[in-house]
């Protein structure tokens, strides 16, 4: 029987017992690995908007669960991006172990940070194989994955609701729409889909010009790594009102502003990532402006905020589309009482 292992650029089909890599995972169905008839397996799905609690949340369940994480973050992505990324919870301690190809956070395995150099491309597709064979190889282990994050095309590429591109950059077409005016690039992409432009930030033009070059390059669902078995999505979302979610993010920006986000942006500019997309996306990009001194701490730091309003606002967009998710609402709801309807959800 063949297994189907298929990544980016490096498209091919392996036998059983062969090993594949991506992004620096490695996996391996052994040969004698019983792969006909296998029962239908349950995935947990922690989601919902930045600052309601997914990672804390997490780490407690996957210690009850016996599972290892998988963030689905793409600002995470990146390695030397880590404060402004928010990789930890920033409310208690916690031991960290890095390696090359996880992170271990109080005993719990990591997956999905530190994959690429912050110049570098990753698209769904990529996050789609990679955490599809994360899946894998720990099944093969007998060890659950919680998927976690709030980035909802991730999401929703690994489970099968969009069908990403993966195509690699086009150059001659980056080069055309560098050309239009930040107006037309949103009417263009407005016109291709009208989800990805309530998803995105529409004031980016990086960003556009990317979803834009996605839309006009579509893959078929074949080129996707296939799961060994049939796979059932469980969702949980944390939300609240926005008011005190925006709370919890100003609070955030705070203790991060104090505790090293703007030295690792130096960092990042000493390594020349200053013109890198993910440094002149939301965080990063404000704090250069106070790094070079076009803006005072008081207004980077609202600024920061003003845009990580705007970023809950449209991550809630996204993931008010999926009716397969069981909402908790974490400012009515005691951290015990959302773990223990996670662990009744989970359990199925």
């Known amino acids: 029987m063949l297994i189907y292992l298929k990544f980016g650029k490096k498209r091919s089909v392996k036998n059983r017992g062969r090993i594949a890599t991506q992004a620096n995972v490695r996996y391996t169905l052994p040969m004698d690995f019983p792969i006909q008839n296998i029962p239908m397996q349950s995935i947990p799905i922690i989601c919902g908007p930045t600052s309601t609690g997914k990672t804390s949340l997490a780490l407690n369940l996957a210690k009850k669960l016996n599972a290892v994480i998988i963030s689905a973050d793409s600002r995470q992505i990146y390695k030397q991006m880590d404060i402004g990324t928010g990789k930890l919870p920033v409310s208690a301690n916690h031991i960290v172990k890095k390696s090359k190809e996880t992170w271990e956070i109080d005993g719990v395995t990591v997956y999905g940070y530190d994959l690429v150099h912050p110049n570098e491309v990753y698209s769904a597709f990529d996050f789609c194989n990679y955490a599809r064979g994360v899946i894998e190889e720990n099944f093969v282990h007998n060890k659950r994955v919680l998927v976690v994050g709030g980035t909802g095309f991730y999401i929703d590429t690994l489970t099968g609701k969009v069908l990403p591109s993966g195509a690699p950059p086009d150059h001659f077409l980056r080069a055309e729409l560098n050309t239009l005016s930040l107006d037309m690039l949103q009417e263009k992409l407005h016109v291709l889909s009208i989800d990805i432009f309530n998803s995105i930030d529409i004031k980016n033009k990086v960003r556009l ?140």
């Open 209 to 348: 010009i990317r979803a834009i070059e996605k839309l006009t390059h579509p893959v078929s669902a074949a080129s996707l790594k296939q799961l060994p078995f049939d796979a059932k999505y469980v969702y949980l979302g944390l939300k609240a009102s926005n008011e005190y979610m925006y709370s919890k993010a100003d609070l955030w920006a705070e203790l991060v502003w104090k505790n090293g986000l703007v030295n690792e942006t130096q960092k990042l500019i000493s390594l020349g990532y200053q013109n890198a997309a993910p440094l002149n996306g939301i965080i990063y990009k404000s704090v250069q402006a106070y790094i070079n001194g076009s803006m005072t701490s008081e207004a980077v730091l609202q600024r920061i905020k003003y845009d990580l309003h705007s970023y809950i606002r449209r991550q809630l967009t996204w993931f008010k589309k999926n009716t397969d998710i069981h909402w908790c609402d974490v400012s009515v709801l005691s951290e015990e009482q959302i773990k223990s309807d996670a662990l009744r959800l989970f359990s199925v």
